[in-house]
């Protein structure tokens, strides 16, 4: 009998929590304690020292990285029929919190090297109705801050982050969530700061914004029973800003452990580029936070889905973010894109595969994800 081979997970949370087990349950047991459970001290602990690593002065905790696109888009102004540019090539949610936030999201094209949002086609997509861009810092790799401050001084925009797959990034000196008006995060647990659930944060330098996102998580009241504004519950949990709290200095670790296995990948995929796969590309260096590491499959030997199969038979978990593209959404056919209007984002969606990634995972691991990628690929060629 063939011995089965040992799985190697897309994300091994356990891991990462299994060493700050007893760190984690004596946060836990000490809200327990307190009963602060609603906007208690660990979420504003949290709130802090999150804001402080961004490089900004305010952070508000809400229920989920969807909530904190919403909520902080109409903290900054962004009002009904206002148009905020997306990238097309992102997760729905980023979508989902302009619509929340009665916007009209326009969506344009990705850069096919990094699958970031195209600059170039976002000016092109300037309306004068535009009010913001909404660049995501997507697989953890922050969107040139240069050229997003280049367009929006000259067009007069917002810039409001998707950061919630950057947490900590870098590019050019500049920290993911400090670059624009304010930022979104998820705190998703498999995000790299993930909490025990769901959990949001939206960061700003302007304390108008902090404030009225304060109100907006709960029912729009800067002072009890006062609505001011037409809020919603949106609250980061105080069980959850525990987790955070807890999680948060071993961040930045993660983050080089996570940089450290995508530059193992990088040299070890580095000659399959002749079998076609090929790694998206790093313009941030080590500021590049790999939430996901993902490669291109564009190879005669087989394509994206036979791979993953391949790699799933040798236990090798696997990824697609995102196999639809928002534009194709059926949801969302209501914005009234179709097929071919975003070519790149709908090739890279036949074509991305994201490889397992997580602190921790091993040199030996990386090596046999990569052997199996090759012996499929040679294998299937020769057939
Ligand atoms: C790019 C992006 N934006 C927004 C979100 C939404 O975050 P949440 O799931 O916490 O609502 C996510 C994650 O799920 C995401 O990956």
């Known amino acids: 009998m063939t011995p089965v081979p040992q799985p190697i997970p897309f994300v091994d949370l356990h891991a990462l929590h299994q060493p700050i087990q007893k760190e984690l349950d004596a946060a836990i047991a000490q809200v327990l304690e307190r009963g602060d459970f609603i906007l208690g001290q660990a979420v504003r602990d949290f709130e802090a020292a999150f804001a402080q690593a961004c490089d900004v002065e305010y952070g508000v905790g809400v229920a989920c990285g969807t909530d904190a696109i919403a909520l902080g888009l109409q903290a900054c102004g962004i009002r009904k029929g206002d148009e905020v540019i997306v990238p097309a090539n992102t997760f729905i949610a980023t979508v989902i919190g302009v619509l929340h936030a009665e916007a009209t999201p326009v969506l344009v094209d990705c850069d096919p090297h990094t699958a970031l949002i195209d600059l170039d086609a976002v000016e092109q997509a300037i309306t004068p109705r535009t009010r913001a861009i909404l660049p995501v810092h997507l697989y953890g790799q922050v969107v040139s801050p240069r050229k997003l401050r280049e367009i929006a001084a000259i067009h007069n925009l917002i810039i409001f982050e998707d950061a919630a797959q950057a947490h900590l990034g870098q590019r050019d000196g500049e920290i993911a969530g400090s670059i624009g008006m304010a930022a979104a995060f998820s705190f998703y647990p ?104 993902v490669i291109q499959v564009d190879s005669p030997h087989g394509n994206r889905d036979t791979l993953s199969q391949a790699l799933a038979e040798q236990g090798i978990q696997t990824g697609i973010h995102y196999p639809i593209p928002c534009h194709l959404q059926p949801a969302y056919r209501n914005l009234g894109y179709s097929a071919g209007n975003f070519p790149v984002s709908e090739q890279l969606s036949e074509q991305i595969l994201s490889l397992p990634m997580y602190p921790g995972l091993s040199d030996e691991d990386i090596e046999r994800v990569v052997y199996a990628i090759k012996t499929h690929l040679s294998t299937s060629s020769s057939a």
């Open 190 to 293: 498999s995000k790299n700061l993930g909490t025990a659930g769901n959990g949001g944060m939206v960061v700003t330098q302007n304390p108008d914004v902090a404030e009225r996102v304060r109100s907006l998580r709960n029912y729009g009241a800067p002072k009890k029973y006062v609505h001011v504004y037409r809020g919603t519950n949106s609250r980061l949990d105080t069980l959850q800003g525990t987790v955070l709290n807890v999680k948060l200095p071993y961040l930045g670790q993660w983050n080089q452990q996570r940089n450290h296995a995508a530059q193992t990948y990088d040299r070890r995929l580095s000659p399959l580029k002749e079998l076609g796969v090929v790694p998206m590309r790093n313009d941030c260096g080590p500021g590049h936070v790999y939430h996901l590491y």
